[in-house]
T-cell receptor, first 112, second 114 residues
Framework: GESVGLHLPTLSVQEGDNSIINCAYS??????FIWYKQESGKGPQFIIDIRSNMDKRQGQRVTVLLNKTVKHLSLQIAATQPGDSAVYFC???????????FGQGTELSVKP | ETGVTQTPRHLVMGMTNKKSLKCEQHLGHNAMYWYKQSAKKPLELMFV???????ENNSVPSRFSPECPNSSHLFLHLHTLQPEDSALYLC?????????????FGQGTRLTVV
């Protein structure tokens, strides 16, 4: 089966609230994780990444947290906006190159 | 735009047709990938090309045939497909020799097999 998966298939939040999207992975050898955003009719777009030697990384309005003890990854979006509505995927990578294993995806819906 | 271009964006084909999907990357990468994305399912890795050599084929049926003539171009040749092959086919590229690097995706080709 898939080694990367998401806890919730859908998430609905109010505009302005913070969103938290979760991901579980099972391969302890994975050393690099990425969050992708996929809007309707488009390919996945890179949001933020984190290496396994870190437990937190911040971007613009987004934060990724990595808990290697329980093999858990989360994406936090601050002040969620309607433009954040999309499907979010976590992906893991082992070693060189960009070969990625993807989780199921969480569909984020932002209510105005 | 991500620098990875896929054509066509939409394709409808019969089960007896032969068609090809095209992918071109303008990022100077040397690894390219085909992924299949079915509704409500994770992206499934189909093929990996690194330095123009196929390094992975994830048990994909022979009715899908990839081709990588150079590091910038990737094709997926399709023949005698089944309706269950209808999906979004995504191409991606990355730098093969680089540790911990993301893949850049195209917009995908929405394939419908009738």
């Amino acid at each position: 089966g898939e080694s990367v998966g998401l806890h919730l298939p859908t998430l609905s939040v109010q505009e302005g609230d913070n969103s938290i999207i979760n991901c579980a992975y099972s391969n302890s050898a994975s050393d690099y994780f990425i969050w992708y955003k996929q809007e309707s009719g488009k390919g996945p777009q890179f949001i933020i990444d984190i290496r396994s030697n870190m437990d937190k990384r911040q971007g613009q309005r987004v934060t990724v947290l990595l808990n290697k003890t329980v093999k858990h990854l989360s994406l936090q979006i601050a002040a969620t906006q309607p433009g954040d509505s999309a499907v979010y995927f976590c992906a893991e990578n082992i070693g060189q190159g960009g070969k990625l294993i993807f989780g199921q995806g969480t569909e984020l819906s932002v209510k105005p | 735009e991500t620098g990875v271009t896929q054509t066509p964006r939409h394709l409808v084909m019969g089960m007896t047709n032969k068609k090809s999907l095209k992918c071109e990357q303008h990022l100077g990468h040397n690894a390219m990938y085909w992924y299949k994305q079915s509704a409500k399912k994770p992206l499934e890795l189909m093929f990996v090309y690194s330095l123009e050599e196929r390094v992975e084929n994830n048990s994909v049926p022979s009715r899908f045939s990839p081709e990588c003539p150079n590091s910038s171009h990737l094709f997926l040749h399709l023949h005698t497909l089944q309706p269950e092959d209808s999906a979004l086919y995504l191409c991606a590229s990355s730098q093969a020799s680089q540790l911990n690097t993301e893949a850049f995706f195209g917009q995908g080709t929405r394939l419908t097999v009738v």
